[in-house]
């Protein structure tokens, strides 16, 4: 018996508690009767009594009455600017010689007489870096000269017996070949003999020798490499977003890894055709000076490259509110708020870049109270507590708060709530002022 009737007060008690919730808020009561449940005809019609047609909850009414005597809704604006999308990016690049060769034999095979270079010497262009043993290339050139000689002088007797008329001058012309075979000859064995000492075709710096004196070498064996290191080739690729806004001889900034605080400026030397199909990316090079030869082929740099962007327009990322059907903003037009669809382009560290055919720049949107925001509600203005970044040209880091961290926004955005809390609990006790000292008739109204 006693669990019966604890069931039994326990029922009772929730009807009081149901009964007592559908007498201060009608609109659930309402509901339950336009739900079309299924209820007894008695139940019915006590929900009926308690919720009457056309009643209103007192936080309704107590909220109408403040709205009434306080005017319209206090609200915190900052203006739509414009601004650029991501206009530096950073990448990852390899250091190359500007130029760089690789030494070989020119078709040639022989014994080395003479290394006339050391590992890492400067050479110019032209300059000897091995000679071959060249004795049968010295006996071809003093041969072809001596054929020559004769051939001269058989030229110059052919010619006194033509002028005698003693021989025709067919036969002057075959000797006159005779000596012109001579002379190639000769220039033939000049060239063998050429061949014979390996020289640098560019000027710049010797690598690390990989033959010596002795050494029986060919056309296939690397003699040395020569890089040219005026200036260094830094190869590094751009991501696919990046890629319409690149250009040649756009000025880059390359930093060493091994040396961070020092800066070599640069410029877009290459732009290749096309992307990697696996990474997205493209690749770029671009050459730095490198006059004071403290670079070397094969460093690692981060390169910096400024690009000029795309412009959209700019709002404060507390303007930004998001419902089922995307992101908006709450623009004032006439003192009236009206809700404006936006696109989301870009997120920085104090601005949010946004597209959008309902907003212009100028436009002031609603940053703080926007919880109290309706489509058409009157609305009035409070001062701003902050200038724009973008429209004063201050940086985060300017302003206290580092490049990685949302330190500085965070607080400046803790204020700014703080700030309109204390705007809003001013404005509720002038309405209650008004609703204290206020006439009977408003009273009654």
């Known amino acids: 018996m006693a669990i019966i009737r604890q069931i039994l007060v326990t029922l009772v008690v929730l009807v009081l508690m149901a009964a007592a919730y559908v007498k201060i808020d009608p609109s659930a009561g309402q509901a339950l009767l336009s739900s079309g449940l299924p209820m007894p005809g008695p139940v019915r019609e006590a929900i009926a009594w308690l919720a009457p047609e056309g009643s209103e909850t007192p936080a309704a009414t107590a909220t109408a009455g403040r709205s009434r005597g306080g005017g319209p809704q206090l609200v915190v604006v900052n203006p739509v600017e414009t601004g650029r999308t991501r206009t530096e990016m950073r990448a990852i690049g390899t250091g190359e010689a500007a130029r760089s060769v690789t030494v070989y034999p020119d078709n040639t095979t022989g014994v080395i007489e003479t290394v006339a270079v050391r590992s890492g010497d400067e050479v110019a262009a032209g300059d ?50 005779e000596r012109d075979n001579a002379r190639l000859d000769l220039r033939t064995a000049e060239i063998a003999l050429e061949k014979r000492t390996v020289r640098a075709p560019i000027a710049g710096r010797i690598g690390i020798l990989s033959v010596d004196t002795g050494d029986l070498v060919g056309s296939q064996t690397a003699i040395a490499t020569v890089d040219d290191r005026a ?127 309902d907003l212009a720049a100028g ?83």
């Open 128 to 177: 000897p870096l091995v000679v071959l043993e060249h004795s049968s290339e010295e006996l071809a050139v003093a041969r072809a000269r001596i054929a020559i000689d004769a051939a001269n002088e058989k030229l110059t007797r052919y010619q006194r017996l033509q002028q005698s008329r003693t021989i025709s001058s067919v036969e002057v012309n075959d000797v006159i070949r």
């Open 231 to 357: 200036e260094i080739k830094v190869v590094f690729y751009t991501p696919e977003s990046f890629v319409a806004e690149l250009k040649r001889d756009a000025p880059v900034h390359a930093v060493p890894t091994a040396q961070p605080g020092a800066v070599f400026k640069g410029r877009i030397s290459a732009i290749d055709s096309r992307l990697d199909e696996a990474s997205r990316t493209l690749r770029t090079e671009a050459l730095v000076d490198n006059g004071d030869d403290t670079l070397r082929p094969g460093m690692s740099f981060a390169v910096s490259l400024s690009l000029e962007g795309k412009e959209f327009l700019s709002v404060d990322p507390l303007s930004v509110v998001w419902e089922r059907t995307g992101p908006i903003v709450w623009k004032i037009v006439d003192g009236k708020a009206v809700k404006a669809q936006i696109s989301i382009i870009e997120r920085n560290i104090d601005r949010v870049l946004v597209s959008s055919s």
């Open 363 to 445: 436009d002031a949107v609603v940053v703080e109270g926007l919880q109290s925001m309706r489509p058409g509600i009157e609305v009035r203005t409070g001062p701003e507590d902050r200038a724009s970044p973008v429209a004063s040209g201050a940086s985060p880091v300017a302003s206290g708060a580092s490049p990685g961290s949302d330190t500085g926004t965070a607080g400046t955005a803790r204020e700014r709530r703080s700030q309109a809390d204390a705007a809003a609990n001013r404005q509720a006790g002038l309405i209650g002022s008004a609703e204290q000292v206020g006439t009977p008739r408003c009273l009654a109204e």
